[in-house]
T-cell receptor
Framework: AQSVTQLGSHVSVSEGALVLLRCNYS??????LFWYVQYPNQGLQLLLK??????LVKGINGFEAEFKKSETSFHLTKPSAHMSDAAEYFC?????????????FGKGTLLTVNP | DGGITQSPKYLFRKEGQNVTLSCEQN?????MYWYRQDPGQGLRLIYY???????QKGDIAEGYSVSREKKESFPLTVTSAQKNPTAFYLC?????????????FGQGTRLTVV
């Protein structure tokens, strides 16, 4: 089964600083990877996804992620943090069992942005 | 407006009672999912369904039951057999089967056992 590990349950940055949220995957086949964001007491919203093709993926709100097969990583970055980026971020991998498909999530990283 | 509606937003249950969480989607999606979220645990899959009248257990199905009688509805029942039901429950759907397909989420139901 596929799995993802998010390094760091809590990341704190200053407004305007670089945001780096780490995700490593475990997969025996080429993975399909996703980043989601969750604001307090709300559902999850898709930021970006990697399926095939270009390894640098751009998403919404200025976020991007780079798929690195050699490092089994899919880290999420944003050049300049904004107060509105404070939320919890989840990395996920698509998994299949026969003809059934599902997403498996990491434990999440809470991002705090300090003024 | 298309989307996924979960109700109620907050739910209180007495110990020993069954309770049903509603999830409705008008996106015409084939697949639907139920996840449980606990602090520091991420999202854990309870049940999922790819087509009407068919569903599969996820990683933590014990103490839960579901039905999929209609394409747009996927209710979750938390039974008295679930030892620690207090959590945030998220319903999701996806348009088709496939490894590259993302899931769309509802706003969640927070269940508290009192």
């Amino acid at each position: 089964a596929q799995s993802v590990t998010q390094l760091g349950s809590h990341v704190s940055v200053s407004e305007g600083a670089l945001v780096l949220l780490r995700c490593n995957y475990s997969s025996s086949v080429p993975p399909y990877l996703f980043w989601y964001v969750q604001y307090p007491n709300q559902g999850l919203q898709l930021l970006l996804k990697y399926t095939t093709g270009a390894t640098l993926v751009k998403g919404i709100n200025g976020f991007e992620a780079e798929f690195k097969k050699s490092e089994t990583s899919f880290h999420l970055t944003k050049p300049s943090a904004h107060m509105s980026d404070a939320a919890e971020y989840f990395c996920a991998v698509s998994d299949s069992g026969g003809s059934n498909y599902k997403l498996t999530f990491g434990k999440g990283t809470l991002l705090t942005v300090n003024p | 407006d298309g989307g996924i509606t979960q109700s109620p937003k907050y739910l209180f249950r007495k110990e020993g009672q069954n309770v049903t969480l509603s999830c409705e989607q008008n996106l015409n999606h084939d697949a639907m999912y139920w996840y449980r979220q606990d602090p520091g645990q991420g999202l854990r899959l309870i049940y999922y369904s790819q087509i009407v009248n068919d569903f599969q257990k996820g990683d933590i199905a014990e103490g839960y039951s579901v039905s999929r009688e209609k394409k747009e509805s996927f209710p979750l029942t938390v039974t008295s057999a679930q030892k620690n039901p207090t959590a945030f429950y998220l319903c999701a759907s996806s348009p088709r089967q496939g490894l590259d397909t993302e899931a769309f989420f509802g706003q969640g139901t927070r269940l508290t056992v009192v």
